[in-house]
């Protein structure tokens, strides 16, 4: 067999190898009514937003970190170069003048964290913060309101993702402080038919993850009460799915 034809035949093969491949990695898709690939006609999906403020002042460091960094510290010291006193003495007279500045640092703990205000942004700077709004959202047993994330029933938008800007349009009124981070979405959750709750069918729902960029303080709209709360105390209003929120949120 010529290495031409042997070339051509193995790249059919690999074509014959790649296209089914191809065709289960297109799981989710729009069609024409609005509905999604691999789903019931009846189950619905949900786009939702977690939605964060990153960290503004740099965390304390552990005490076991800052023990092995003044060790390493100590032991790089006995093996560094010696300068010459004449050559160390010349960078103390630089920049001296008749100025002075005062700097002081910022607070860590601020009057929103003595007053456990939990609908500020000005709280826990050296935390994740996540935004959590109280309401009636899609699925809520005769419409009770409870904690949940921003989000939104897909209908006909052309992409998921838009579908969660959407969301989290309708409660900033803009996204112009906002970023999205990626156009996937990072996690998912099935949310199965409950025998005592028949009117609520099974659906899906896919979470999205933004920034808050640019600003401090952000008009929160559209639901009855809202909180920025930690890792820890976003856990507490989830109790049943601990296991789920604690392998999606990494902080």
């Not at 069918?201 to 993850?209: A, G």
């Not at 639901?223 to 604690?246: A, G, M, Q």
Request: hydrophobic share 35%.
């Amino acid at each position: 067999m010529s290495g031409v034809c042997k070339e051509e035949l193995d790249r059919s093969e690999m074509q014959r190898s790649v296209i089914p491949l191809l065709r289960r990695s297109r799981w989710f898709s729009s069609s024409a009514t609005g509905g999604v690939v691999g789903s019931t006609s009846s189950e619905k999906i949900v786009a939702s937003v977690l939605f964060e403020r990153l960290p503004v002042v740099i965390p304390k460091i552990e005490p076991i970190v800052y023990a092995f960094q003044e060790f390493s510290f100590r032991w790089t010291q006995q093996y560094r170069r010696k300068y010459p006193d004449e050559f160390l003495s010349r960078g103390e007279t630089r920049g001296k003048g008749d100025y002075k500045i005062d700097y002081v640092p910022a607070p860590r703990i601020t009057e929103a964290d003595k007053n456990n205000d939990k609908r500020s942004l000005q709280r826990a700077l050296d935390r994740r913060l996540y935004l959590l709004l109280y309401g009636s959202p899609y699925g809520a047993p005769d419409e009770t309101p409870v904690w949940h994330f921003p989000e939104k029933v897909y209908e006909n938008e052309e992409t998921l993702r838009l579908c969660a800007e959407a969301a989290l349009k309708s409660v900033l009124g803009g996204l112009s402080h906002t970023y999205f981070v990626g156009n996937a979405p990072m996690a998912h959750m099935a949310v199965e038919l409950k025998d005592d709750e028949p009117k609520i069918p099974s659906f899906k729902r896919f979470f999205f993850k933004s920034q808050v960029i640019g600003t401090s303080k952000l008009h929160i709209g559209n639901c009855k009460d809202f909180v920025w709360v930690t890792k820890d105390e976003l856990i507490e209003h989830f109790p049943e799915h601990y296991s789920f929120f604690n392998k999606m949120i990494i902080s």
